[in-house]
């Protein structure tokens, strides 16, 4: 029923950084304005109904093919958000409208003013949605030199120090595998490719004379940062149980762990010449 609803649950239950509730927020006013057009309008411009029309028929399949063909998340649909703010102003003359065709002044009046403050409250979510990204970004500190950027970021990015472990690695040919980085590629000094798909393609394709291990090293990498909390509900929701055991005996027997923090860690992707021994060896743990 959940799923089912996921077309109307993005206009109301969204929340920044939680993927659960498509990681980030639309305004009400986006579903509720544009609904008012379905209504008996007032507007009798053929053309302009056209073109309503269109937005609309736009907006909506947008909307249900991410909800069907994706895990939704609010930047995928980004492309409707100029659609509904024009059908959101559509919908507002129209009520407006409908107001000028009430017979008392009074009730005018009085309508007028309730609409005015009904949009006021939903545009005031937005200043507040605003106001709080701000706070949360608080990027003063910086502009005014009071932290250097390296601070600013380890304090705002959770998975900045496992990046920052990363560039100070020196390895020859160093190719990193990064899963669930949010694809913040202008942070790596190091060759990094975003590879989630490619991942799950190669658990896929692993076989018993081909291992997972042996698939990566074929790839090219040589290191691997992982987003650990999200890798975890991702792999529980789309691997079988022998996928994630050929998961879970990758990590123990082919990699070793570099660095660990704010639930990002960076694991040394063993070599199939290499010697047993040196599977164990740990790095700085925090």
Known sequence: METALIPLRIFFQGKDDNPRFFDGKLNPILFLFPLLLLVKR???????????LFLASFSVLFILYASFMVDMRIRYIAPIIPPLVVLTIFGIRDILLRVDGIGRKGMQVLSRWVIVGIVFF??????KYVAAIFQSVNPMPYVFGETSR?????????DYPAIQFANQIKYDNMNILALFLGKRLYYFDRPVEFGTQTFARTVADTTAEMTLASHLQKSGFTHCIIGINHFETWANRYFT???KNSISKWLRDDCILLFSKNGYAVFKLILHDATRSSRRQKGNVE
């Open 241 to 243: 149980v022998e996928q």
């Open 42 to 52: 007032r507007e009798s411009d053929a053309k302009l109904k056209l073109e309503q």
């Open 150 to 158: 390296e601070e600013y970021l380890r304090n705002k990015l959770p």
């Open 122 to 127: 939903f545009l005031l979510m937005n200043a």
